[in-house]
């Protein structure tokens, strides 16, 4: 099975800074894949989509690039309300497995 | 608009077995959509246990996939979820997700708001 490997593990960053999450799919899986924030005691919420479509009513600071087996996730220009865990999944097929979490904190 | 809202026991004992339900409303469980369930430990990631399409067509996480059922009943529109032989391990927030179907879209846009399972005796 293929997994799915985030990195950092944990940040913290300023205010306004540019934030880059990676995630490295042990094979290549084209461009399905997935990024949620989960904000502490909330529920996932999906930001984007084939990698780099961002999902309606998501903010422009955030975007998604890659294809293949490397993935990335950036803020352009943190704020306060960005606090969460993030996740990548692919879902080319079965079993559809998560990273596991980037966790973005403000300096 | 889709909701989904799980349901079932919070406490269930070791060994014992894991029933939960999905109820979906605004929206059908015979659409094109495939639906999940994920689970989270306490204060760790996201575990993707396994999907249903409504015709029945299943797949699951090879790690649970021994102990683990995912079933639909079109007619109360709903998913269930049963893990057999739980430990401690399976303490968790279970949450069921609904898996975008449209063409070029992927993951998962609804989820429900998650229901804590404490596996104890």
């Known amino acids: 099975d293929i997994q799915m490997t985030q990195s950092p593990s944990s940040l913290s960053a300023s205010v306004g800074d540019r934030v880059t999450i990676t995630c490295r799919a042990s094979?290549?899986?084209?461009?399905?894949l997935a990024w949620y924030q989960q904000k502490p005691g909330k529920v996932p919420k999906l930001l984007i989509y084939?990698?780099?479509t961002l999902q309606s009513g998501v903010p422009s600071r955030f975007s998604g690039s890659g294809s293949g087996t490397d993935f990335t996730l950036t803020i352009s220009s943190l704020q306060p309300e960005d606090v969460a865990t993030y996740y990548c999944?692919?879902?080319?097929?079965?079993?559809?497995?998560f990273g596991g979490g980037t966790k973005v904190e403000i300096k | 608009q889709v909701q989904l809202q799980e349901s079932g026991p919070g406490l269930v004992k070791p060994s014992g077995t894991l029933s939960l339900t999905c109820a979906v409303s605004?929206?059908?469980?015979?659409?094109?959509?495939?639906w999940s369930w994920v689970r989270q430990p306490p204060g760790k990631g996201l575990e993707w246990i396994g999907e249903?399409?409504?015709?029945?067509?299943?797949n699951y996480n090879p790690s649970l996939k021994s102990r683990v059922t995912i079933s639909v009943d079109k007619s109360k529109n709903q998913l269930s979820l049963r893990v057999s032989s739980v430990t401690a391990a399976d303490t968790a927030v279970y949450y069921c997700?609904?898996?975008?179907?449209?063409?070029?879209?992927?993951?998962?846009?609804?989820w429900g708001q998650g229901t804590l399972v404490t596996v104890s005796s």
């Open positions: 999944q692919k879902y080319n097929s079965a079993p559809l497995t």
């Open positions: 084939a990698a780099s």
């Open positions: 605004g929206g059908s469980i015979s659409s094109t959509n495939w």
């Open positions: 997700a609904r898996q975008q179907a449209v063409a070029g879209t992927g993951g998962f846009d609804y």
């Open positions: 249903i399409y409504h015709s029945g067509s299943t």
């Open positions: 094979q290549g899986i084209n461009n399905y």
